[in-house]
């Protein structure tokens, strides 16, 4: 069974760090993109960022545009885990964060049969003073 | 970035009815259209991908068309745990972008 457990939410005060963390189950982890989406309580959906598998031996990696440059995608196929490291955190960073497996790859400025076919639980950001 | 616009924002129907939502894109996208549902409290599922691809294990009362700019979802027999909000999600051009949901009553 595919399993991704989120961790490492919290309250953090703006301008403060967060890591999170997808522990990932049930199936070959390298083999697979990962994603990161977003919701904002009472709102909708939001992608945040991509990683590819590393199968090939280097990852794509990309960031929607309100997190460029302060948050950062990484993996451990070692470990079955996905991390987001979100620094300089700000109020309108507070969701819950979704890890999610992507069937599908990204390259150049396109995507290709790119859906998220298993979520996490998710876990709450809360930036607030 | 393309925005997606899906249509209605919420809607009220009973057990039984055919549903519609429409989704459009402010592109061209192709078949490049995804759909989930979302229950409160919640991780989003997948339902539909590449536009009218039905997901392993899903209800076939579930069912999506379109392509280019403009797309439909149909619940074809309204059922009580269909209560939900769905969400269109295009990925042809980077950043992938989800529409604003539509929040489905009974």
């Known amino acids: 069974e595919v399993q991704l457990v989120e961790s490492g939410g919290g309250l953090v005060q703006p301008g403060g760090s967060l890591r999170l963390s997808c522990a990932a189950s049930?199936?070959?982890?390298?083999?697979?993109?990962m994603t990161w989406v977003r919701q904002a309580p009472g709102k909708g959906l939001e992608w945040v960022s991509y990683?590819?598998?590393?199968?090939?031996?280097?990852?794509?990696?990309y960031y929607a545009d309100s997190v460029k440059g302060r948050f950062t995608i990484s993996r451990d196929d070692a470990k079955n885990s996905l991390y987001l490291q979100m620094n300089s955190l700000r109020a309108e960073d507070t969701a819950v964060y979704y890890c999610?497996?992507?069937?599908?790859?990204?390259?150049?400025?396109?995507?290709?049969?790119?859906?998220?076919?298993?979520w996490g639980q998710g876990t709450l950001v809360t930036v607030s003073s | 970035d393309i925005q997606m616009t899906q249509s209605p924002s919420s809607l009220s129907a009973s057990v039984g009815d055919r549903v519609t939502i429409t989704c459009q894109a402010t592109?061209?996208?192709?078949?490049?259209l995804n759909w989930y549902q979302q229950k409160p409290g919640k991780a989003p599922n997948l339902l539909i991908y590449?536009?009218?691809n039905l997901e392993t294990g899903v209800p076939s009362r579930f069912s999506g068309t379109g392509s280019a700019t403009d797309f439909t979802f149909t619940i074809s027999s309204l059922q009580p745990e269909d209560t939900a909000t769905y969400y269109c999600?295009?990925?042809?051009?980077?950043?992938?972008?989800f529409g604003g949901g539509t929040k489905v009553e009974i």
């Open positions: 999610a497996r992507a069937e599908g790859y990204c390259s150049g400025s396109r995507c290709y049969k790119y859906y998220f076919d298993y």
């Open positions: 049930g199936f070959t982890f390298s083999s697979y993109s």
């Open positions: 990683m590819s598998s590393s199968s090939s031996g280097s990852s794509t990696i």
């Open positions: 592109q061209d996208i192709s078949n490049s």
């Open positions: 590449d536009a009218s």
């Open positions: 999600q295009q990925y042809h051009h980077l950043p992938p972008s």
